[in-house]
């Protein structure tokens, strides 16, 4: 069953649940028996977990402003350099 919107002159935007593939442009309105015509909307798609949400938006977030990292955050043991690294010229 998939639900469709329709939208009424006289009461507003109300819904069905149909079979698939089966709406008709318009539909009889429940409140007044009017013919109210087909509108489409956004899917009604399953909410996600907050931490879940944040993560996904943080992840987007990164893609455009990353953060930039210059030192190890504190707490954390620092690695041993890498002898190849030894050779780079620092700041």
Not at 1 to 6: K, S, V
Not at 29 to 44: K, L, N, T
Not at 52 to 80: F, K, N
Not at 81 to 88: G, K, T, Y
Request: proline share 16%.
């Amino acid at each position: 069953m998939a639900t469709y919107e329709y939208d009424c002159p006289r009461c507003g935007r109300f819904e069905t649940n149909q079979p698939i593939g089966t709406a008709s442009e318009s539909q009889d309105c429940p409140g007044c028996r009017r013919p109210a015509r087909r509108v489409f909307s956004a899917p009604h798609l399953t909410t996600v977990p907050r931490q879940l949400a944040a993560a996904l938006e943080r992840e987007e977030r990164s893609g455009a402003e990353p953060e930039v990292v210059t030192e190890v955050p504190p707490g954390r043991p620092q690695p041993a350099p890498h002898p190849v690294l030894s050779r780079l010229p620092r700041p």
